[in-house]
T-cell receptor, first 114, second 112 residues
């Protein structure tokens, strides 16, 4: 009963390093999302995907890239990490984008940039 | 961009008390959702509201979709220690992208 799985759970990076966060879902959902959560600001959408091979920008896309090569996976990349990207990152998925098909979230990746 | 204003920011209550929190927006939403986040975990959906004026319950939780479609509230009755966490409202606009706008969250602490 995995649902949405995020790896890694924790990571510390130095400024300028790159890394990729992996999100995997086993529910055959079409739509997937990447959010970041900062204290006092709720969750903000970084990028999202409405199907395999498609991606789109969300509210705060700068400094991030994504890829959806396989339906079950959604990757979030940081090409050159900056301290401002220190945050908790959440992935979510939903069957479709309609309101009656709410998003299911993973448990997050805690990322610190020094 | 769109914003949701969620209040209160935090609450510290006694076990057994009722709790009320709300969200308001300058934008009209087609769907309102309420999520709860436990420490170290992702948000979990509590209640989804799809029609203006709709009142929905889930156990001790009750939520309403405002008539103007610009606000929603969540009530928790007879709070218990496991209600502790952060509660988020989220609104979905009319598109089919599923994009959500989240409130800033209400942190609830319950004293046994």
């Amino acid at each position: 009963n995995a649902g949405v799985t995020q790896t890694p759970k924790f990571r510390v990076l130095k400024t300028g390093q790159s890394m990729t966060l992996l999100c995997a879902q086993d529910m055959n959902h079409e739509y997937m999302y990447w959010y970041r959560q900062d204290p006092g600001m709720g969750l903000r959408l970084i990028h999202y995907s409405v199907g395999e091979g498609t991606t789109a920008k969300g509210e705060v896309p700068d400094g991030y890239n994504v890829s959806r090569l396989k339906k079950q996976n959604f990757l979030l990349g940081l090409e050159s990490a900056a301290p401002s990207q220190t945050s908790v990152y959440f992935c979510a998925s939903s069957p479709r984008g309609a309101g009656n098909q709410p998003q299911h979230f993973g448990d997050g990746t805690r990322l610190s940039i020094l | 961009g769109q914003q949701l204003n969620q209040s209160p920011q935090s609450m510290f209550i006694q076990e057994g008390e009722d709790v009320s929190m709300n969200c308001t927006s300058s934008s009209i939403f087609n769907t309102w959702l309420w999520y709860k986040q436990d420490p170290g975990e992702g948000p979990v959906l509590l209640i989804a509201l799809y029609k203006a004026g709709e009142l929905t319950s889930n156990g001790r939780l009750t939520a309403q979709f405002g008539i103007t479609r610009k606000d929603s509230f969540l009530n928790i009755s007879a709070s218990i220690p496991s209600d502790v966490g952060i509660y988020f409202c989220a609104g979905q606009l009319g598109s089919n992208t599923g994009k959500l706008i989240f409130g800033q969250g209400t942190t609830l602490q319950v004293k046994p």
